[in-house]
């Protein structure tokens, strides 16, 4: 397999440095929390937004900082932008973030730009373009705000791959080099209530003192009401054997006087491996839980955790926890940098750098994922194969956490009577 050429343009180390004379904007904002952000903005990519903190030393090294999400070019956006420098655009903005009644919540407090060049040598090698402070505003008899940031390149070849169709309906994927599309795994999708799968042991168990994880196969009494359960996909190699697959643990049943699946009650799912020759013998590799967020975003909410191997108290490793909107889908990540502005990054977690992304189409649309894997998580096809089955799962939940008062389409259902005519 060969991977597809990407590289990451990194915004890291941002801090702020008021002059006295300053006052942040905003009323409630103490100087000694967060009261700035700053907005980067590259043409023909989205903007981002990220937190400034204040520099109260007096030295050059900022004495806390913080990292933007930074921008991902593919081929084609290397191609478009090689040897054509750009602009990157920082606007400081001190007060809240966000907008109240249609106004941007923060006042500018000013702006720099940053020259990138992403020649041909940026696939290869890592690129330096800023490593400093930057004066914000062109007064020099005044006191001015600063801004250090470290602006960098880095290359970050990844393995791409697309699923021919939508993953219910049992599809092929192929591996994407460019223009040529080589298929490389199939997927095999049942959704048998009865039975998680003929495939998977009848006695599989896996348990965790701390988060009560419960044996879902033969032999559990029904839950009342209406549920979604039994999903399963297996993806098999060029050979038809067994590589990975996903399988619902826990169904997706809907909350109390609701017709929605609650964060405090999700659906679950595990993805296996098998565990040495036997296709009868499989091992739990990461676990995805999924509901339906309230509030003003209605999302599928998401937390995806590594299992260990002795299944101990501790529970699972996080890799990854977001939401999506409903209506108009998103992008599921596992990145190191997301997890640790969110906080999810912990000592024992082998997250590092960008892990995988896949595309989500929002509800009742076509979906045929797109799935990105960065090459250091990649020693063999079936490594590959473990986000596939998770990409696949993500996806599935998008229709699981489809509310209870909608019917689901015919390759999802046990019963004719809950399908579409």
């Given amino acids: 397999m060969d991977p597809c050429p990407f590289v990451r343009l990194i915004v890291e180390s941002l801090a702020l440095k008021l002059p006295l004379a300053t006052k942040p904007a905003g009323s409630g904002v103490h100087p000694s929390a ?9 043409k023909n ?3 981002q937004t990220a937190l400034l903190p204040l520099c109260t030393t007096p030295g050059d090294s ?10 991902h070019l593919d081929a084609t956006a290397i191609r478009r932008l090689s040897g054509k420098p750009i602009a990157l655009r920082v606007e400081v903005y001190t007060g809240r973030m966000g907008h109240t009644c249609g106004v941007n919540g923060g006042k500018l407090l000013g702006k720099v730009e940053v020259c990138v060049d992403l020649g041909n040598a940026a696939v290869a090698h890592p690129r330096v373009f ?8 062109n007064q020099p008899d005044k006191p001015a705000a600063r801004l250090h940031l470290v602006v960098r390149s880095e290359p970050d070849p990844r393995f791409v791959f697309q699923f021919g169709g939508e993953p219910e309906c049992s599809p092929v994927v192929f591996q994407i080099q460019g223009n040529i599309r080589q298929p490389v795994f199939s997927c ?6 009865n039975s998680r799968s003929r495939s998977l042991p009848s006695d599989f168990t896996l348990h965790n003192n701390n988060r009560g994880w419960r044996r879902t196969f033969s032999g559990e009494k029904e839950r009342a009401g209406r549920e979604r359960k039994g999903w399963m996909i297996m993806i098999h190699d060029l050979s038809g054997s067994p590589v990975a697959a996903a399988s619902m643990i826990t169904p997706f049943v809907p909350s109390p006087g609701s017709d929605r699946v609650s964060r405090s009650n999700p659906g679950a799912w595990l993805i296996l491996r098998p565990n040495g020759f036997s296709v009868s013998n499989w091992k ?7 509901w339906r967020e309230r509030g003003p975003l209605d999302g599928l909410g998401y937390k995806v955790e590594l299992v260990t191997d002795n299944g101990g108290p501790s529970g699972g490793i996080p890799i990854a926890e977001g939401t999506m909107g409903m209506r108009k889908g998103g992008q599921f990540c596992i990145d190191s940098r997301i997890m640790k502005d969110s906080g999810l990054l912990s000592s024992r977690s082998p997250v590092k750098g960008f892990v995988m992304g896949a595309t989500v189409e929002g509800e009742g649309k076509v979906s045929k994922p797109v799935v990105q894997i960065g090459v250091q998580h990649v020693t063999c096809m079936a490594d590959a194969a473990l986000f596939i089955a998770l990409s696949a799962a993500i996806d599935l939940s998008m229709d699981a956490c489809r509310l209870f008062s909608h019917k689901l389409r015919k390759e999802l259902c046990h019963d004719e009577q809950d399908s579409f005519s």
Avoid at 62 to 71: H, L, M, R
Avoid at 130 to 137: Q, S, T
Avoid at 284 to 290: K, M, S
């Fill in 62 to 71: 900022p004495d806390t900082a913080t990292s933007a999400p930074g921008f």
């Fill in 34 to 42: 967060t009261p700035c952000f700053c907005k980067l903005r590259i």
């Fill in 130 to 137: 800023h490593n400093g402070w930057l004066k914000l505003g």
């Fill in 45 to 47: 990519f989205p903007s």
């Fill in 284 to 290: 739990p590799w990461g676990r995805l839980e999924a």
């Fill in 188 to 193: 095999k999708f049942s959704a048998d209530r």
